[in-house]
């Protein structure tokens, strides 16, 4: 969806939809709130098929119907935090921040912030599982840590992720590494891109170009793209 920009109004608990943004000098268009009731959104993708997007809230993951403006539930607790992998409900965030989705549309790569742990929700069966960032649900290591496994790479507070449209990698930045790391979503090894006191990372957004080859990033630090 090219047309519309998805915002998450964290302090009014909506999800919103910009346009259509046109080009150029051409009007932004309306604003139309989507969502209401999503605690406290941080991060939203829009699907494949363009007619859902799926948010992260407080604890939680809620999936959008643009259309009929209603969001649904699908996996964590509101108001709950904890770090357990499972399905649907049963799972739990701890203030997820950053959220991305396959270009197949079949799972959702969700920055588990204060986990410091990237969580996989499958959309087919609702499972949430911890992608890469710690060995296990129940524990919590951070750091800026690179690894071959999910067992051995760390996260320090990962605030956003992207993932590229081949599919072949994903892209995270960290809130309190102040750096930018790239995983291999096949094997789930974790390599630093790119490693500075300079940046600030903690409300920060990424995105991947178009051929993988550019990383676009915020840097709160420095008040620059």
């Known amino acids: 969806d090219t047309l519309y920009a998805y915002v998450a109004d964290k302090a009014n608990h909506l999800i919103r939809r910009l346009g259509p943004v046109g080009t150029g000098a051409t009007k932004p268009g309306v604003v139309t709130n989507l969502a209401p ?65 396959y270009p197949d549309g079949h ?12 969580r996989r929700f499958t959309l087919s069966n609702y499972q949430v599982e911890t992608f890469v960032g710690n060995p296990a649900s129940g524990s919590l290591a951070c750091g800026t840590t690179d690894g071959s496994s999910t067992a051995s790479a760390r996260f320090d507070k990962p605030s956003a992720i992207a993932i590229s449209s081949n599919q072949l990698f994903a892209i995270v930045i960290e809130g309190n590494g102040n750096s930018i790391r790239k995983i291999d979503l096949s094997t789930k090894s974790v390599i630093t891109l790119k490693s500075s006191p300079k940046y600030s990372f903690v409300k920060g957004g990424v995105a991947i170009g178009s051929q993988g080859n550019f990383v676009y990033f915020t840097d709160s630090k420095q008040h620059r793209v």
């Open 37 to 101: 009731g999503v605690v406290k959104p941080a991060g939203v993708i829009v699907g494949k098929s363009g007619t859902t997007a799926f948010a992260v809230g407080k604890h939680a993951l809620y999936e959008i119907d643009i259309s009929e403006k209603s969001n649904k539930l699908l996996a964590g607790q509101e108001n709950s935090a904890g770090f357990v992998d499972g399905s649907g409900t049963a799972a739990m965030f701890n203030n997820p921040l950053g959220i991305a989705i």
């Open 107 to 118: 799972h959702v790569l969700i920055a588990d912030t204060d986990n410091c742990a990237i």
